[in-house]
C-alpha cells in the first residue's frame, strides 16, 4: 500500500496549515459563540485528542482510501468508472458523490450505538472552535477506513481525486468548526452551498432536534435534500455539548480516551431534565 503522497504532503499538508493559523486567528478576532472555558485548556486536550487520531488518518485512512480507488480503477471497477464519462463529469460527479458518502456516514456515526461512543467524543467539548476540528477519537477514524473505503471502490473515484477531496474535506472540516463570527448577511447567503459556522454550531447543540440535523461536510445540500437542515436557533441561545456531560473535569484526555468503553448515559442534564427549545421560525431561515 502506497503511503507517500509528495503532492498532497508538500501542497495539501502546507495549505491547510495556513487555513487553520488564518481561523485561528480570525476566530480570535471576531468571536461567534463566548467560550465557556479557558482556550489553552481546550487546546491542550483537543491537541492531545488529536496527537493520536491525525497519524491515523494520514498513515492508514488516506493511504487505504487512494488504494481502494487504484484497485478499483485497474479492474475498471465501481459506477462512475463504467460509466464510460468524460473525465471533466467523473472528476465533478466524483466529489460531489463523495461529500455525500460523508454526510451518510455522519448519519451512521450519530445512530449506531457503538459508532457514537466515540462520535460522542467529540461532541462532549464544552465549547466549539477550530481544535474541535480534529478532536476526534482514533477509533472513529479507524473505523471509517472500510466504509470510506468501499464507498470510494464502489462509485469508481479516481485515485488523485481521493486526496484532493480530502484536503478540501479538512479544509471546510477546520472553517466549519471555528467560532469565527462572519457578517450574518455574507452566511446566510454562503449556507446555501456550504456549511458555516453557525449552521455547524447547532449541530454541538444540547438540544437533541438541534443535534440529529446539519450532518453536511462540505455541501449543505445533502442536508436540504434528506430534510435534515436546521437553522433557525439564534448562537446566542446555543449550549454546546451533550447533556449528560457538563462537568469540565469530565474532559481530562484519559477520560476523553475512555470515554467509548463506558457506559452511555441519556440525553438529559445531570438534574434529569431534557433540554428542549421552542422554534420561533421556519426552519431554513438562518439567524444570527
Ligand atoms: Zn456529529
Not at 74 to 95: D, I, N, S
Not at 159 to 177: K, S
Request: charged share 20%; proline share 7%; glycine share 4%.
Amino acid at each position: 500500500m502506497r503511503i507517500l503522497f509528495p503532492k498532497f504532503d508538500k501542497i495539501g499538508m502546507p495549505l491547510l496549515g495556513v487555513a487553520a493559523a488564518a481561523f485561528f486567528l480570525l476566530e480570535t478576532k471576531r468571536q461567534l459563540r463566548s467560550r465557556t472555558r479557558p482556550r489553552p485548556e481546550r487546546l491542550l486536550e483537543n491537541g492531545s485528542v488529536a496527537a493520536t487520531a491525525l497519524p491515523a488518518l494520514r498513515l492508514l485512512l488516506v493511504p487505504a482510501m487512494f488504494a481502494a480507488a487504484r484497485l478499483a480503477n485497474k479492474h475498471r471497477f465501481g459506477l462512475l468508472k463504467r460509466l464510460g464519462l468524460p473525465q471533466w463529469v467523473r472528476y465533478t460527479a466524483g466529489f460531489l458523490l463523495l461529500d455525500y458518502t460523508n454526510y451518510l456516514w455522519h448519519v451512521l456515526l450519530h445512530k449506531s450505538d457503538i459508532l457514537w461512543r466515540f462520535h460522542n467524543v467529540h461532541h462532549i467539548d464544552l465549547d466549539l472552535d477550530l481544535s474541535t476540528a480534529w478532536r476526534f477519537h482514533v477509533g472513529e477514524n479507524i473505523a471509517s477506513v472500510p466504509y470510506r473505503s468501499v464507498a470510494i471502490a464502489l462509485l469508481g473515484v479516481p485515485a488523485p481525486l481521493v486526496l484532493f477531496y480530502e484536503v478540501i474535506f479538512e479544509g471546510c472540516t477546520a472553517f466549519h468548526h471555528s467560532n469565527l463570527r462572519l457578517p450574518y448577511q455574507v452566511e446566510r447567503q454562503l449556507c446555501k452551498v456550504m456549511v458555516t459556522p453557525r449552521m455547524h454550531g447547532i449541530h454541538h447543540s444540547i438540544v437533541a432536534r438541534e443535534t440529529n440535523s446539519n450532518f453536511s461536510v462540505i455541501f449543505s445540500w445533502w442536508d436540504r435534500l434528506h430534510q435534515s437542515l436546521r437553522l433557525n436557533v439564534p448562537q446566542d441561545e446555543i449550549t454546546i455539548g451533550v447533556p449528560a456531560y457538563r462537568d469540565p473535569k469530565e474532559q481530562s484526555v484519559k477520560h476523553l480516551f475512555l470515554m467509548p468503553f463506558e457506559r452511555q448515559r441519556p440525553w438529559h442534564l445531570p438534574d434529569g431534565t431534557v433540554p428542549e427549545r421552542v422554534a420561533h421560525s421556519p426552519q431554513e431561515e438562518l439567524l444570527p
